[in-house]
Each structure stands twice: as structure tokens, then as C-alpha cells.
């Protein structure tokens, strides 16, 4: 073969290469011509990691989102937990992002929340998968079975906590809220009774387990998250258990009444799924729903006039029901607890039980000017939202007024009752994140916060024992003294 002859046939190749290096170095160029976000990378690994996470009052968005905020605007980039990130305290991003899902973004947390909840767990899981997992929670959690099935169950849970309360003693507000919340979850998810002495075991397990989420990832013996993966391993196993209890008595025999034995007679999820679904939903909908509650009770003292209207509120709907000779409280009576609504808002504004959640970029994104690129982390902080004062007047004062449309009231006072909060203020109202990815227990949690209120306001008034005992954002919100009160048997004039 002549040398014209093998140039003619290594021709295609050599002007594929140079087609190739010329892309690449496009790229490359256009890599360095991004308009990243202002900002600080930190430390090499650690970033900024350790400044973020750094606890500080529930009511703030803390030191370093304040600094950084001031410095480089509300959208600014970082390195946190290992990655390159853009962080975002702009509704307008936030929202964009939530919109998204599954297009231009997607769910994504640190390994460490994976290995400990499962890989099957829904707050991991994207695309279908978590779609199908979501359908199954939305399915049991539906409208009807909210109206009836629920609505008793949180009633007769409430009552069963609130009625343990003795007279003048101080105790933990918050360790009575998640007992609610974890009975009341362990009876809706697999029919255990309150005080049983399976529930009880599951529930310091689930304690434990608790502590390991949120700790530092350290595999390592004796730290709280090699303790954790041990819990929930003996919590997996007894789920498994009950599992096969209920498949012994045949398909066709197991009741519905509970998400465990819905799940096995109406989905085809395996058997790892089904045990990663159920300690999901344990831990989503327990944690969140008691620190929200617990919340409730700690601001509401500060507000003298917030428990009056609840008190009136309540009463007339008690008052209602003596007369026509009911006691349990039903989906209308629910309806027209309009201002505890106002209530609930302000306490998950204020008190942002889910501070930020944990995206990633999955294409090149522009907004704004700046550049989001594929495959960065992307933290929208949803208290960052909640507590600007551009768009909330006076964003650390406890005002659920500020829900009722046309307010003009800044402060803790009484008010005429309305509509529920302004089209504005709701698109920037994130409590229960947005988009495809939105909370399917948001309902039964506002359901499980207006029965305990009704309760509490008309048999109790209550004081913080502890002053000091205030919310603290680790980044999960906790009380350190775990809220103690006094609370005294309430006897209406």
C-alpha cells in the first residue's frame, strides 16, 4: 500500500481527533467562561461543612447564612458535605428547583442518610421509583381515610397523652409530643397498641436509631451511628416478623386497617422494599409532626392573645358539639378551625422544622445570570425564605395573623377573622417542600397539629419552666432540656 494510499485511509480518523480535541477544548474553555455564584470554597474535603452545620438559634438562619448571605447575595456557591454546591436563600430559586425535579434537578443526600434509612427509603429514592413509593403512602393516606379512620385515631391519641399530664408537675414537653407522634404512627403503620411492651422496646430502639441519623457518619464502634445501623437492624428484623405473621394467616385474611398490611395486599413491592418503606414513614412521619408540635407549645406563651382566639375558636366548636350530643371530633369540626390553621403556619415558619433540602444539578442550568453546573450540589434553604424580611414583616415575631388576607398587623394582637393567607406569601410558604417531591404526610401532620391543639388549649394553660430551653437548629431542630413545662388543668370562667 502506497503512503498517499494509508493517509487516504487514516484520513477519517485524524479528522475525527482533531474534531474532537477542538470540542474538548471549547469545553474546556466554556467550563472557564461560567458565571458561577459568588462564594467560598473552603478547606479542601471539609469545604465549609463544619461553619454550616454549626448550631444556632431555630429562629435564625444562623451566623454563617448571615454572613455569606451579606458577602455574597442569596445565591452563592460553597463546598459542602465533599461536593462543590451552590446554596440558594432566593424564593424565586428555591421554588425553580422544587418545580424541576426529575428534569433539570434531582434528590440527592449524603450516603450516610442512604446507609442508615435504606436505599429503598423514599427521602433517597428518584424517578419512578420514588413516584410508585409516594403513590403507595398517598393511596393510604388518601382524603377519606383522613376524614374518618385518622382523624379518630390522632383524637384518641391525643387525649390518651394529654390526659397522662398531672397537675403543677414539670416535665418535657417534647418527649410527650413524640410519644403522640410515635404511637400514633406505630397504631397506623402496624396496629401496636400504646404501652404494649413490643411498642415500648421499638421505641427506644427507634430512639437510638434517631440519634445515628443525625449524627456525624463515623462507622466506627461505639458512636452513635454505629449504633444506629445495630437499631435498625433489630428494628428491621421486627418489622420482618410482623410481616410474616400477617402472610401466615393468607393474602386474603390480612386487614387493611394499617399501611403494613395495605402495602402487602395492594402493591408488589419485595420484601427489603416494603421493610425500608415502613422505617421511612415511621421516621418521617414521627419526627417531623412532634418537633412541630413541641414548637407550637414553646411559642405560643409568648402570644397571650394567639391562645385567647384559640381558646374561642375551640370553644364554640366544643360548645357546637355538646349540643348535638357528640364527642368526638369530626372533618367539619376540623374545617372550621381556622385560626389554629394560622397557627400551624406561623409555627412552621418560624420554627422551620425542615431547615434545606439536598439537590443536584442534572444538566447545566442558568438562572439569574449565574451558572448551576451538572452534577453540583444544590441547596435550597427553605428558612432562609421563611425568615427574610422582604418578604415577611417581622420575621422572628410569632404573629399568625400575618395568614389572614389583607393583614396589616405586624405584631402579636388580636384580629378579625378572614381567608386564609395571600397568594404572595404562599408561593414563598414551603414548609413541606414543593413539586413532585412535596410531603404526602402534610395533610395528617396540619390533622395532627390542630386535634393536639384543640385539646390543649381546652383543658390546659401551660408555662416554659426552662427560659433558657430555647429551639436550637443542629441543623434538625431540638430542644437541649427537651422543653419542660408546667402545666395547670385550664377551667373556663
Known amino acids: ?67 455569606h ?17 451552590i446554596v440558594s436563600a432566593d424564593a424565586g430559586l428555591n421554588r425553580f428547583i422544587l418545580q424541576n425535579e426529575g428534569r433539570l434537578f434531582e434528590c440527592s443526600y449524603p450516603r450516610s442518610i442512604g446507609g442508615i434509612l435504606g436505599k429503598w427509603s423514599m427521602l433517597v429514592l428518584v424517578g419512578d421509583m420514588h413516584r410508585d413509593m409516594r403513590m403507595i403512602s398517598l393511596n393510604f393516606l388518601s382524603h377519606a381515610r383522613l376524614r374518618t379512620h385518622l382523624m379518630r385515631e ?50 427506644k430502639l427507634y430512639v437510638t436509631f434517631m440519634k445515628g441519623v443525625v449524627s456525624a457518619p463515623l462507622n466506627l464502634p461505639g458512636t452513635a451511628y454505629r449504633r444506629a445501623l445495630q437499631s435498625r437492624s433489630t428494628i428491621l428484623k421486627f418489622i420482618e416478623c410482623k410481616m410474616k405473621e400477617r402472610l401466615m394467616e393468607g393474602t386474603e385474611n390480612i386487614g387493611e386497617d394499617d399501611l403494613l398490611g395495605w402495602v402487602l395486599k395492594n402493591s408488589n413491592l419485595s420484601k427489603e ?78 420554627g422551620n422544622v425542615v431547615r434545606f433540602l439536598h439537590r443536584k ?29 422582604l418578604l415577611f414583616d417581622h420575621p422572628q415575631h410569632f404573629n399568625p395573623w400575618r395568614w389572614q388576607q389583607n393583614n396589616n398587623h405586624h405584631h402579636c394582637g388580636s384580629s378579625s377573622s378572614s381567608s386564609c393567607y395571600t397568594s404572595m406569601t404562599s408561593n414563598n410558604f414551603m ?5 413532585p417531591r412535596l410531603c404526602a404526610g402534610s395533610e395528617l401532620a396540619k390533622l395532627e397539629m390542630a386535634v393536639f391543639i384543640h385539646h390543649l388549649v381546652l383543658n390546659f394553660h401551660w408555662e416554659l419552666a426552662d427560659p433558657f430551653d430555647k429551639p436550637f437548629a443542629f441543623p434538625f431542630v431540638d430542644f437541649q432540656n427537651g422543653l419542660p413545662i408546667t402545666a395547670h388543668r385550664y377551667v373556663p370562667n
Request: proline content about 6%; hydrophobic content about 40%; some cysteine.
Open 1 to 67: 500500500m502506497s503512503d498517499s494510499e494509508i493517509i487516504l485511509c487514516l484520513l477519517p480518523s485524524i479528522v475525527a481527533l482533531f474534531l474532537f480535541l477542538i470540542l474538548l477544548r471549547r469545553k474546556q474553555n466554556q467550563k472557564t467562561r461560567l458565571n458561577l455564584p459568588p462564594g467560598n470554597m473552603g478547606w479542601p474535603f471539609l469545604g465549609e461543612t463544619i461553619g454550616y452545620l454549626k448550631p444556632y438559634s431555630a429562629i435564625t438562619i444562623g451566623k454563617f447564612m448571615e454572613e
Open 69 to 85: 448571605i451579606s458577602r455574597y447575595g442569596k445565591i452563592y456557591k460553597s463546598n459542602l458535605f465533599g461536593e462543590p454546591t
Open 154 to 203: 390522632v383524637e384518641k391519641h391525643t387525649l390518651l397523652v394529654l390526659g397522662s399530664w398531672r397537675e403543677n408537675s414539670v416535665f418535657s414537653a417534647q418527649d410527650e409530643a413524640k410519644k403522640f407522634t410515635f404511637n400514633l404512627m406505630a397504631k397506623h403503620i402496624m396496629s401496636l397498641d400504646p404501652g404494649k411492651p413490643e411498642t415500648e422496646q421499638l421505641k
Open 273 to 350: 422494599q416494603i421493610l425500608d418503606l415502613i422505617l421511612s414513614l415511621l421516621f418521617a412521619g414521627h419526627e417531623t409532626s412532634s418537633v412541630s408540635i413541641a414548637l407550637a407549645i414553646y411559642f405560643l406563651p409568648s402570644c397571650p392573645n394567639a391562645i385567647l382566639q384559640l381558646r374561642e375558636e375551640h370553644s364554640e366548636i366544643a360548645k357546637a358539639k355538646k349540643l348535638a350530643g357528640e364527642t368526638e371530633l369530626n372533618w367539619e369540626d376540623y374545617k372550621k378551625m381556622e385560626f389554629t390553621q394560622w397557627v400551624i403556619c406561623e409555627t412552621l415558619r418560624l
Open 361 to 389: 444539578a442534572l444538566k447545566d442550568v442558568r438562572y439569574k445570570g449565574y451558572d448551576i453546573p451538572c452534577g453540583w450540589k444544590v441547596l435550597p434553604v427553605i428558612a432562609a425564605v421563611h425568615l427574610d424580611p
Open 431 to 435: 414548609p413541606f417542600g414543593g413539586g
